[in-house]
């Protein structure tokens, strides 16, 4: 007999304990009414420019700002700096999707677009609310606990400045542009092992990267680096190799990254180019370990995101990341679209799979999360699993994984809990949701 979905989830949670998510990102409004209840606060650790814990960082009470080293994981100044047409216009965007907006509502958005102050207002208003955005999706109906890890750009310019004053006719200039990414690729997987370090320090159960460089991204990177080192503009076969030099880097280098919290899992997005990562790849979704799982989004059950990147090889599970309402600063919310919201919701499958059974393991949480799919035609050429995320058999099976192999467990899910039905595709506008891009590895 198949249980009720609601009644099997609550019968698993009832005497759960809470696991811990390190929301890698562009900071995180602890003071939110949404993110307050569910805040990690380390009892090791006081206000007091102290390090009572002794873990190099000094008053890491809810985690830990490696953009400015210091314990504030968001900065309060940009509260009430941004207009009224930030959210305005994700806000139409959202009604015309849903086939919701009046035609003067159509038109401003698409005349908005067009001012180069709106664009720019937007990417720092993206980067101001995007890490609470995401954190909330994360501990969204649980005991989830969300520790807040502020991401540090890696400053780009150094970099081409070492280029640009090497003159050598004589060096393979390929081979060179190789070993300068590389460098980067060192310079930025470092400071993200600092960060995977400290999060296995403070025993995080999961952490979400919502962050990336996606191909188009790198290209842009690697094009300005190939006319330091051969003084043209490459071709768009040159452009496209360059890019592949610098993902496959980043990927290489990122190894040590996940490596270095070998009890956490890492959830990645798998970026919003719309492009296939099998063959151009994105890191760090690109990273293959035990302990990362790569999340594509979807819009609810009906069909994969026209904006999300995809792949049979690098692309594991798929999850909702389409108008996605969560917290935002200042005790706001607001629907925003990206593969940036589906890892967090699969990022809170995944603690939830911990606290029915704590004795799980990275390797059998992405077991779990994998096996128990609800299959979607649409997504069999999209993602490894061919389906999306399914919270409610996913901890049934962790519950059952304590008296049993989790294969049986798995196995075991799939009869007692019923897929989710499918929605309705009809009146939906697929390509007018643009999606809040990645946190920036690079800047």
């Not at 330091?228 to 076969?237: A, G, Q």
């Not at 799980?360 to 999209?382: Q, R, S």
């Not at 799939?414 to 499918?422: E, H, I, M």
Request: glycine share 8%; charged share 25%; aromatic share 10%.
């Amino acid at each position: 007999m198949k249980l009720p979905l609601a009644l099997a989830t609550l019968a698993v949670l009832s005497t759960a304990h809470a696991a811990k998510i390190a929301v890698i990102d562009s900071g995180l409004d602890y003071k939110h009414e949404m993110i307050t209840p569910n805040l990690w606060t380390n009892s090791n650790e006081v206000e007091d420019n102290r390090d009572e814990d002794g873990n190099g960082y000094q008053d890491d009470v809810h985690g830990w700002n490696f953009a400015e080293q210091n314990g504030k994981i968001i900065d309060y100044k940009y509260l009430g700096t941004f207009s009224d047409d930030c959210k305005k216009y994700f806000d139409i965007q959202g009604k015309y999707f849903l086939g919701q907006a009046t035609e003067a509502e159509i038109t401003w958005m698409r005349e908005k677009v067009k001012e180069p102050n709106f664009a720019k207002e937007m990417g720092k208003f993206g980067n101001f609310v995007h890490g609470t955005h995401v954190a909330g999706i994360s501990i969204r109906d649980s005991k989830n606990e969300a520790m807040g890890i502020k991401l540090i750009p890696t400053e780009v310019k150094p970099f081409f400045e070492g280029l640009q004053n090497n003159k050598s006719m004589t060096a393979d200039k390929w081979q060179l542009l190789e070993k300068a990414f590389l460098a980067l690729a060192g310079q930025q997987m470092k400071l993200l092992t600092d960060i995977a370090k400290f999060a296995a320090f403070h025993k995080a159960d999961v952490a979400n990267g919502s962050f990336g460089t996606g191909f188009k991204q790198a290209k842009m990177i690697s094009d300005n680096a190939f006319r330091l080192v051969f003084f043209k503009k490459p071709t768009e076969e040159e452009s496209n190799r360059a890019a592949r030099l610098f993902i496959n880097s980043l990927i290489a280098e990122g190894q040590k990254f996940v490596a270095a919290a070998p009890d956490t899992l890492f959830v990645f997005a798998a970026g919003n180019d719309g492009m296939s990562n099998d063959e151009f790849g994105t890191s760090p979704a690109n990273i293959k370990a035990d302990n990362v799982i790569t999340v594509g989004a979807t819009y609810r059950n009906e069909f994969f995101a026209p904006f999300s990147n995809f792949g049979t090889k690098m692309v594991d599970i798929a999850a909702p990341g389409m108008l996605i309402d969560s917290a935002i600063p200042g005790n706001d919310y607001l629907k925003v679209s990206g593969t940036s919201q589906a890892a967090p919701f699969v990022a809170n499958v995944a603690a939830k799979i911990k606290e029915a059974n704590p004795k799980l393991k990275p390797a059998e949480i992405k077991k779990i999360l994998m096996g128990t799919v609800d299959l979607k035609n649409f997504l069999t050429e999209k993602v490894t699993t061919g389906g999306i995320v399914n919270l409610e058999r996913a901890v049934v099976a962790a519950q059952m994984s304590s008296t049993m192999s989790v294969k049986e467990a798995i196995d075991r899910s799939k009869v007692q809990v019923n897929d989710k039905p499918a929605g309705l595709k009809s009146h939906r506008n697929f390509g007018t949701v643009v999606p809040m891009p990645l946190t920036p590895m690079f800047r």
